[in-house]
């Protein structure tokens, strides 16, 4: 007969489950430190703009020109080119040269 009390069984289980919780978390956040600098315009009269964007998902330039095309599309815009991906060290440096498109689309 085992007399293993049964609470002695939760306490690794709470462990697993705040491991795999702090996992999901952190890879979360990682997704969400995505930002890409792109160039866009809009014709009649002709316009040019230099923006960044926050980026979900895939931190590729591919997934941003994806995700930038309909966003800047629905404002009248049409995205020329992505420069860059980068992650929140690149953000400051870029802030000014942005002005008004800094994490607007």
């Known amino acids: 007969m085992n007399n293993t009390p049964v609470?002695?069984?939760l306490i690794p289980m709470k462990q697993l489950l705040?491991?795999?919780?702090v996992t999901g978390l952190s890879?979360?956040?990682a997704q969400a430190a995505c930002y890409a600098?792109?160039?866009a315009k809009q014709d009649d009269p002709l316009r040019?703009?230099?923006g960044v964007a926050e980026i979900s998902g895939d931190c590729t330039v591919r997934s941003?020109?994806?995700?930038l095309q309909g966003r800047l599309a629905s404002q009248g815009w049409t995205l020329l080119n992505v420069l860059s991906v980068f992650d929140d060290a690149?953000?400051?440096e870029r802030k000014d040269?942005?002005?008004d498109n800094y994490l607007r689309y």
């Open 48 to 50: 040019l703009h230099y």
């Open 64 to 67: 941003a020109e994806r995700q």
């Open 90 to 92: 690149g953000l400051d």
């Open 7 to 9: 609470t002695g069984h």
């Open 18 to 21: 705040f491991s795999i919780l």
């Open 97 to 99: 040269s942005a002005g």
């Open 37 to 39: 600098d792109y160039k």
């Open 27 to 29: 890879a979360t956040a």
